[in-house]
Nanobody, 123 residues
């Protein structure tokens, strides 16, 4: 059964960096759309970055130039490098996967989710 496990969250000061990883132990997500979403209390889950089956990547406008998404199909991992972090980047970050090559920005279109990893940025 497909599953996702996130790691790499933590607390940093404004301007700092973090690397989040998402692993699909023993399960290859080759051919899937995968992405990172984040959610803050009282707000809906929003897409941060997505990568489709042919490695086209989309970033949210709020993070463009500050994040880098990459996928390692051999190691079944999806990595998100966060740089120049701001307090407004604080939230729970979730990894998600959807069957099919097309990547939607809506969390409703994703079938598989991890438990999330917390990112806290202090000013």
């Amino acid at each position: 059964q497909a599953q996702l496990v996130e790691s790499g969250g933590g607390s940093v000061q404004s301007g700092g960096s973090l690397r989040l990883s998402c692993a699909g132990p023993g399960y290859s997500y080759r051919g899937y759309c995968m992405g990172w979403f984040r959610q803050t209390p009282g707000n809906e889950r929003e897409a941060v970055a997505t990568i489709d089956s042919i490695d086209n990547i989309n970033y949210a406008d709020s993070v463009k130039g500050r994040v880098a998404l990459s996928r390692d199909n051999d190691k079944y991992t999806l990595n998100l490098r966060l740089s120049s972090l701001r307090p407004e980047d604080t939230g729970m970050y979730y990894c998600a996967a959807a069957r099919g090559g097309y990547c939607s920005g809506s969390p409703d279109d994703y079938t598989y989710w991890g438990q999330g990893t917390q990112v806290t940025v202090s000013s």
